[in-house]
């Protein structure tokens, strides 16, 4: 899996890291906290345009499943059918969310 894309994005996040100045990395760092819940629906509506793009070529949700990392046939579907998953443990501390 080329995952030069996904490395870039992860690349500017360690960036804001390496800022210098504290008050301007605070700054970027909070200008990226901002757009994220716009960022973070889009990508949920890109990953389920595409699980929907792959089930209509004729992949099983289990081969879904199995390209998407391993997650399991039902979280699969659940995905193509834009169903949000469940909090996990920490989420309401870290803002992580399904």
Do not use: F, Y
Not at 6 to 18: C, H, N, P, S, Y
Not at 76 to 96: C, L, S, T, W, Y
């Amino acid at each position: 899996m080329d995952r030069t894309e996904t490395q870039k994005i992860m690349d500017v996040i360690e960036a804001l890291g390496r800022i210098e100045d504290d008050a301007q990395c605070a700054v970027a760092a909070t200008e990226l906290l901002d757009n994220w819940p716009k960022l973070h629906g889009r990508l949920r509506e890109l990953r389920q345009q595409r699980v929907q793009a792959m089930k209509h070529d004729g992949m099983t949700w289990a081969e879904i499943g199995t390209a998407l990392g391993g997650i399991s046939a039902a979280r699969a579907q659940q995905i193509g059918a834009g169903h949000r998953g469940v909090k996990r443990p920490g989420a309401e501390r870290d803002g992580a969310m399904e």
